[in-house]
T-cell receptor, first 111, second 116 residues
Framework: GQQLNQSPQSMFIQEGEDVSMNCTSS?????WLWYKQDPGEGPVLLIALYKAGELTSNGRLTAQFGITRKDSFLNISASIPSDVGIYFC???????????FGQGTTLQVKP | DTAVSQTPKYLVTQMGNDKSIKCEQNLGHDTMYWYKQDSKKFLKIMFSYNNKELIINETVPNRFSPKSPDKAHLNLHINSLELGDSAVYFC???????????????FGPGTRLTVL
């Protein structure tokens, strides 16, 4: 089946640093999404991308839909302690609601 | 005013038992989903219902049976629970009829199922 490779698996950074994570796929996706999951909670949508090449920001977060439609990245600028959590990419391969999730990137921020 | 709610939050049970998890959304969405998150945090879709009709049914043992009495509710019943069923189960919903609606899934807080 289709899989997403998300990297890095984990990151431990200093407060104020910028963070970058990405997702790649062997097949094309029509939509890329980025979610954040806090401990004991469900994933929360951060950014949705609908067109190849699209670059979208949400506060300190910026995400891009790769031109090949097989990848996406998420950047977090000037990280703060509340950025801690697991970040998931997700792709929609067809026209149903089915989402395929990456393995997640666990982010830890040292104050 | 919780958007997507699930009950129970925690469920501990013995192998072989039958259990149900309930999900309700008050967002007016017409599509609901069940996901399973394993111990490595990997999220995988199990089922999806649109207006009470099953539209996604992944390779899931038939011990798992979803039921949608109306478009605001999607329950998950699990028969003959096994150790490997231990996981966190998330319900989600989305509005399927407008651009982006199929994608912007809102997740519930999860139900942590532990099978002993």
């Amino acid at each position: 089946g289709q899989q997403l490779n998300q990297s890095p698996q984990s990151m431990f950074i200093q407060e104020g640093e910028d963070v970058s994570m990405n997702c790649t796929s062997s097949s094309i996706f029509n939509t890329w999404l980025w979610y954040k999951q806090d401990p004991g909670e469900g994933p929360v949508l951060l950014i949705a991308l609908y067109k190849a090449g699209e670059l979208t920001s949400n506060g300190r977060l910026t995400a891009q839909f790769g031109i090949t439609r097989k990848d996406s990245f998420l950047n977090i600028s000037a990280s703060i302690p509340s950025d801690v959590g697991i970040y998931f990419c997700a792709g929609r391969p067809g026209n149903t609601g089915k989402l395929i999730f990456g393995q997640g990137t666990t982010l830890q921020v040292k104050p | 005013d919780t958007a997507v709610s699930q009950t129970p939050k925690y469920l501990v049970t013995q192998m072989g038992n039958d259990k149900s998890i309930k999900c309700e959304q008050n967002l007016g969405h017409d599509t609901m989903y069940w996901y399973k998150q394993d111990s490595k945090k990997f999220l995988k879709i199990m089922f999806s219902y649109n207006n009470k009709e099953l539209i996604i049914n992944e390779t899931v043992p038939n011990r798992f049976s979803p039921k949608s009495p109306d478009k605001a509710h999607l329950n998950l019943h699990i028969n003959s629970l096994e150790l490997g069923d231990s996981a966190v189960y998330f319900c989600a919903s989305s509005q399927g009829k407008k651009r982006g609606g199929l994608n912007e899934q809102f997740f519930g807080p999860g139900t942590r199922l532990t099978v002993l």
